[in-house]
C-alpha cells in the first residue's frame, strides 16, 4: 500500500515538528510548548513503544539493532562512520512508525513532536508553519551531549564508562557524535527553507524567547 503525500499531509494538519541538532534545545522546547499550549508531547523515541514490538529485520533492519543486541559496548564501540549511518538510516526507517502513531492521536488534538524524519520527508508530508528547525554548533552538540540528565544518554554514557578502555571509547564515540552534527548535516538542516532558530551559545538562558518565537511561528499565539 502507498499513501499519498497529499492525504498524509491532511491527516497530520495538527502536528507541528521540531527537528535538528543535538543539544539545540529540542527536548526543552517541545515540553515547553506542550505545557503551555496544551498539546500532546511527543518527546524523543516517543515511537517505540509500537517500532520494538513490529519492526522486523528484514523490514528495519537499522531499527532492530538495538533489539538485538547482546552486549551494550558492542554499540558504543562501533566506528564514527557506522554510527552516523546508523543514526540517520534509522531516522529514516522510524518515519513510518512517526507517522502512523501522529495521525492516531492527533486527529481531535494538537500534538508537539520532536522527531527524527528526515527533512525531505518532511517537506512531503508538512507545511512550513508545521515544522521549525534547532541548530547547535557542532563543538557544542559534542562537548555538551552527556550533560544533559536524561536515562538515554547517561545509559550511554555508564557503557562507555564501564568499558576497559573508556577513554579510547569515549574519544571513539564523540567523533561518531561530531558525524552526526557535522558541517555537512548542518548544512543539510539549516538550506533546508523551514524556519530555523540557531543556539549560539549555552550560557544565555534563551528557554522563553526560542519557545515564543517557535509558538508564533506554528501560530500558536
Known amino acids: 500500500m502507498k499513501i499519498g503525500n497529499n492525504i498524509l499531509k491532511h491527516y497530520l494538519k495538527n502536528v ?28 524523543e523515541n516517543y515511537f517505540n513503544k509500537v517500532s520494538d514490538v513490529v519492526a522486523t529485520p528484514e523490514n528495519h533492519p537499522d531499527l532492530c539493532y538495538i533489539k538485538n543486541l547482546i552486549d551494550w559496548k558492542e554499540f558504543v564501540n562501533r566506528s564514527p562512520e ?16 512517526e507517522v502512523a502513531e501522529l495521525i492516531s492521536i492527533s486527529r481531535d488534538r494538537k500534538v508537539i513532536v520532536d522527531t527524527n524524519i528526515p527533512i525531505d520527508l518532511l517537506k512531503k508530508i ?20 552527556f550533560d544533559r540528565g536524561d536515562p538515554e544518554k547517561q545509559f550511554i554514557l555508564s557503557v562507555i564508562n564501564s568499558c576497559e578502555n573508556h577513554e579510547a571509547v569515549m574519544d571513539n564515540y564523540k ?21 530555523t532558530v540557531v543556539r549560539e551559545n549555552d550560557i544565555t538562558d534563551t528557554r522563553e524567547d ?12
Open 16 to 43: 507541528y515538528f521540531i527537528t535538528g541538532t543535538a543539544y539545540a534545545g529540542k527536548s526543552t522546547t517541545v515540553k515547553m510548548l506542550a505545557d503551555r499550549y496544551g498539546m500532546v508531547f511527543c518527546g
Open 82 to 97: 557506522e554510527y552516523e549511518r546508523w543514526m540517520y538510516n534509522t531516522g529514516r526507517e522510524a518515519a513510518e512508525f
Open 126 to 145: 508538512s507545511d512550513y508553519d508545521h515544522v521549525a528547525v534547532m541548530l547547535s554548533p557542532q563543538s557544542m552538540s559534542v562537548e555538551r551531549f
Open 175 to 195: 567523533r561518531g557524535i561530531a558525524l552526526i552534527n557535522s558541517q555537512k548535516h548542518y548544512d543539510e538542516y539549516a538550506n533546508s527553507g523551514f524556519f
Open 210 to 221: 526560542v519557545c515564543e518565537r517557535i509558538a508564533k511561528h506554528f501560530g500558536l499565539t
